[in-house]
């Protein structure tokens, strides 16, 4: 409710159940390793093939057990706000389970970083994918930008920062799927290199890598 500076905030009754409790934080970690998380991605996504919905849970029952003992999610998925690319859809997940962080392009910045390490460091997550896709409109943008001799000047200034990145993954790439794949490998260059994520990777057995979503297919192309 509504209070004038220095007031006492009071809670009425029907937020009190959203109170955080000893649940905002897991009571217990996943028990998947990376290996054992990326081949239940591999299953997921081959279920997801052949389904019409997705089986993931997201009962009422589910929600209650998420609040009371906390998120243990057994990935972390940095993918693209492309509304066709859903990780919790893709591998067929529910609730609780991954740990999504999307924005166009799938770019590494500040945020995004900060954001794998709160997952894999605080909630104990094993795999880290970064998940790219064909028919990206931010790696087109890239690509538009790295082939215009007088920098692109109908590309819009909120994009440009974006576009930017990208190109600078990318280089002179022309051809749009090995474009997605040398972003998508930049995005897993970037979280390498953060010295806490390394950290992790070499004492805590988290591992870092790519994948490729193919948009007329719904398949997803792990990346060696």
Not at 125 to 140: F, R, S
């Amino acid at each position: 409710m509504m209070t004038r500076d220095n007031d006492p905030v009071v809670f009425d009754e029907a937020h009190e159940s959203d109170l955080p409790t000893e649940g905002s934080h897991p009571t217990v970690l996943t028990s998947l390793d990376a290996e054992a998380a990326l081949e239940r991605l591999r299953r997921g996504n081959a279920a997801y093939r052949q389904a019409h919905t997705n089986t993931g849970s997201i009962s009422a029952n589910e929600v209650a057990r998420l609040f009371e003992e906390g998120q243990a999610p057994y990935a972390c998925i940095v993918t693209c706000a492309d509304s066709r690319v859903v990780p919790e859809h893709i591998f067929m997940a529910g609730l609780g389970e991954l740990f999504s962080i999307r924005v166009a392009g799938n770019v590494i910045g500040a945020m995004e970083q900060a954001s794998v390490l709160y997952a894999v460091e605080h909630l104990g997550a094993k795999l880290v994918l970064v998940l790219g896709h064909t028919h990206c409109g931010a790696v087109e943008a890239g690509m538009e930008l790295a082939a215009s001799p007088d920098g692109a000047p109908d590309l819009q200034n909120a994009i440009r920062p974006l576009a930017e990145c990208v190109m600078a993954a990318i280089g002179g790439e022309r051809d749009p799927y090995r474009a997605a794949l040398l972003n998508a490998r930049a995005a897993v260059s970037a979280l390498r290199a953060d010295p806490d994520i390394a950290h992790l990777m070499h004492d805590a057995g988290v591992r870092v890598c790519a994948a490729i979503y193919h948009t007329h297919s719904g398949e997803v192309e792990f990346l060696a």
